[in-house]
């Protein structure tokens, strides 16, 4: 596990619905910031080698984008759900072990303990950015309502009763987003400066 003292400037933790750019806007942070300063963890990514393990699968595939993700996630859900339950900041330690950059991107939180998670091992550092769009420019991404995964937990727990820090509305007709990301830079920026500083 990572040494505390010296943890992340900022946490920027992501949610969002399926197809609603998450992958897209924390890859144009990082590229903005620079991987010595950022670094994007997916809470999604030690779930799925998990699972891939446990399960003898293709982890390369279920990290894709594809269809064979897409077949096995309702039952990676459940599975992920069982996980949690028995330890909801499971998967958060695994994402962020390791971890060095002073401004951490978490591109995929989900649930309300995900963000419980970081607001209690990061309460200074911590901030919540919602990313949303309509499920017409969803559907034009390829996104298709899926029974027991768009109405699961995974899908929904963070659709209401959720103060965001930053809400990124992710459209065609929407300000830009280089001009919606300027907060959010100006925050990464003035982390990695205060990193600077502490060294």
């Not at 949690?84 to 060095?100: E, H, I, V, W």
């Not at 950059?101 to 209690?120: G, I």
């Not at 459209?171 to 990695?192: F, M």
Request: a negative charge; aromatic letters at 8%.
């Amino acid at each position: 596990m990572e040494d505390r003292v010296s943890g992340p400037e900022l946490v920027l933790v992501f949610s969002g619905k399926r197809k609603s750019g998450k992958d897209y806007i924390t890859d144009l942070i990082q590229d903005r910031l620079g991987s010595e300063v950022c670094c994007i963890l997916r809470l999604s990514g030690p779930l799925k080698q998990q699972y891939a393990q446990e399960h003898q699968l293709d982890l390369d595939q279920l990290l894709g984008p594809g269809p064979y993700k897409e077949l096995h996630r309702a039952a990676m859900i459940r599975w992920g759900e069982n996980r949690r339950n028995q330890d909801p900041g499971f998967f958060c330690r695994l994402a962020t072990s390791g971890a060095q950059t002073p401004v951490w991107v978490v591109s995929d939180a989900r649930r309300l303990s995900d963000l419980q998670w970081f607001r209690s091992a990061f309460p200074r550092q911590t901030r919540t950015v919602r990313i949303q769009c309509s499920e017409e420019t969803r559907a034009q991404r390829g996104w298709s309502f899926i029974p027991g995964v768009d109405d699961a937990e995974s899908e929904c727990g963070l659709d209401s009763s959720v103060e965001f820090d930053w809400i990124i509305t992710n459209e065609a007709d929407a300000p830009s987003l280089d001009e919606q990301l300027q907060p959010i830079l100006k925050a990464a920026h003035e982390a990695a400066s205060s990193a600077r500083l502490d060294q």
